[in-house]
């Protein structure tokens, strides 16, 4: 016996009866096409994602010759019926077809499958336009569905071409951050809602405030971040070093990569620098480097200068002087005071610090500063 011959993928017939069966009992089929050339997590985690849209889950396989014509010569690496075999096997996964075009589009014609997914950026309308209007005809519910960070199959090839390079494996960790701030919080809630909604891949494992009763704390401890007050010492803008070193082993203890300063107003010394030389971000209210120190917005105003901003940088011991990772500007108005132009600063800061945090592992990289024109 010929080993190919000890799994059969579906035919489009049978995939056909597995349709009509299903709606024939008022139930759904869910209907996904793509290579699945060497499966990870995120297959398995979009497959039952997929899965969970209808009743059963039906995967249209590009044949190895389709693979070849989408991806190149070089692929797929695995034949077409043992990628068939590994995907039926899967929990998620009531069949598998394979076919031999680069789009779906005959198979859903023949197919007619109640529900469509994809994964990944697209929208309905955009869409492969000869896909689109298979689903049109066939009544199909399209479904986008989102794509898990850092998995695929081309960073597995680059770890297997290139393993001393750790950075495939980096990718696919969420960057973990301790978050410390000392007033409302508002750039922590940012952070919070850019994780939640997958623009920025990062934990936040630790958040720390000088202030006892800070909104801070109080917006950490309501999403779950595990929230502690530091006891900074009697002076109002140094900490002490005890408190520093006590720091320090809280944050090693929850394994932190980054440092976010999110209006932290206390000066940080070496046993932190030491720690976490180059791994300590923080966010300034101007384009540095103006108006340094803690009255940034109150200083612009006063200045009578026509725009300011807000910069995202590395700290150093020398106060608001490390390097530059990104600038965003706000125009001054006129009948402008400082709280409504803190607070039109801090629209651009929720934006720019998580942007920033997003491509950390790319900066770290690359040492390129990212510099972000107005807006
Ligand atoms: C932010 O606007 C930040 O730029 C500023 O404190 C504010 C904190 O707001 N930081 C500094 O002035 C540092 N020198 P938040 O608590 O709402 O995030």
Known sequence: MDFLDCFAPLTVEEARALREKLHGQGKKLVFTNGCFDLLHAGHVRYLQQARELGDALLVGLNSDASVRELKGPTRPVNHEVDRAEVLSALRAVDGVVIFHDKRATGLIDAIQPHV??????????????????????????????????GRS?????????????????????????????????SNLRALIQAIESKALFAQIVAAFSDVENSAFLRIAREAGVPAQHLNPGDHPRRFDLEAQHELVSRLREAEVEVIVLAGFMRILKSPVFDAFEGRIVNIHPSLL???????????????????????????????????????????????????????????????????????WRQLQLNEIAVVSPCG
Do not use: M, N, W
């Open 289 to 359: 480097p103006d108006y340094k120190g803690a009255t940034a917005v109150r200083d612009a105003l006063a200045a009578g200068d026509s725009e300011t901003g807000c910069t995202v940088h590395l700290v150093t011991p020398e106060i608001d002087s490390g390097r530059i990772l990104a600038q965003a500007r706000v125009p001054i108005l006129p009948g402008d005071d400082e709280a409504s132009l803190h607070a039109r600063i801090q629209e651009q800061e929720h934006r720019l610090l998580p942007q920033v945090l997003a491509s």
């Open 153 to 185: 199959t081309t960073r597995i090839l680059q770890r297997v071409q290139a393993p001393q390079d750790t950075s495939a494996f980096e990718e696919q960790r969420p960057l973990r951050l301790a978050v410390l701030g000392s007033g409302k919080g």
């Open 116 to 149: 469509y997914a994809k994964g990944g950026d697209y929208t309905p309308e955009s869409l492969d336009p000869g896909e689109r209007a298979a689903l049109d005809r066939a009544g199909t519910e399209i479904q986008i569905l989102s794509l898990v960070p």
